[in-house]
């Protein structure tokens, strides 16, 4: 089934440690994005990438990084984790020609 | 820069009876809007949205919404609520022409549908 897929599903990590989550589409989508849910604050931007090769800073960047080696990956990376951190992570994809994004299942960390 | 607001962070209602919610933007430009629903432990997916055309929008599951210009408004509703309704809900919007075509949410509204 097409979609995007997020791996891990839920992760335990210690303040400090570096973390990857994964992102992978199959829709040959253009645009990706990456976006933490907070009880209350809705979802917000971290970053995202318009087309392979290209990266920008959504609304709350500070403390991630992300890459854009091919259409279908769009790695998020902590390099030093903190416990304000700790969120629900959402990638989602969109198609050139289309308006609404496809989002995937989400990946809840915590960061003790 | 484009802002969303929805006005309730809870709404709870009895299984049948009728639900609005309320969202508000804000854009220098034109905009694009959405509406999401998250059930519980999952991703997002879409209700509906408004590119242009008429101003009364619908959606899956008995859902639509209402752009009003005037007001910056995009309110959700739906006459009669099943307990699966039970979700939080999103207010998002795209301004367009802006780079990325970003979505900017709101701060979601969860519904408690009551038998």
């Known amino acids: 089934i097409a979609g995007i897929t997020q791996a891990p599903t839920s992760q335990i990590l210690a303040a400090g440690r570096r973390m990857t989550l994964r992102c992978t589409q199959d829709?040959?989508?253009?645009?990706m994005y990456w976006y933490r849910q907070d009880l209350g604050l809705g979802l917000r931007l971290i970053h995202y990438?318009?087309?392979?090769?290209?990266?920008g800073k959504g609304e709350v960047p500070d403390g991630y990084s992300v890459s854009r080696a091919n259409t279908d990956d769009f790695p998020l990376t902590l390099a030093s984790a903190v416990p304000s951190q700790t969120s629900v992570y959402f990638c989602a994809s969109r198609a050139a020609s289309r308006t609404e994004a496809f989002f995937g299942q989400g990946t809840r960390l915590t960061v003790v | 820069a484009q802002s969303v607001t929805q006005l309730d962070s809870q709404v709870p209602v009895f299984e049948e009876a009728p639900v609005e919610l309320r969202c508000n933007y804000s854009?220098?430009?034109?905009?694009?809007l959405f509406w999401y629903v998250q059930y519980p432990n999952q991703g997002l997916q879409l209700l509906l949205k408004?590119?242009?055309?008429?101003?009364l929008v619908k959606g899956i599951n008995g859902f639509e919404a209402e752009f009003n210009k005037s007001q910056t408004s995009f309110h959700l509703r739906k006459p009669s609520v099943h307990i699966s309704d039970t979700a939080e809900y999103f207010c998002a919007v795209i301004s367009v022409g802006a780079a990325g075509n970003k979505l900017t949410f709101g701060g979601g509204t969860r519904v408690l549908v009551k038998p």
């Open positions: 829709m040959r989508h253009n645009a």
């Open positions: 854009s220098s430009v034109s905009v694009y």
């Open positions: 990438s318009n087309t392979a090769g290209t990266t």
């Open positions: 408004y590119l242009s055309g008429s101003t």
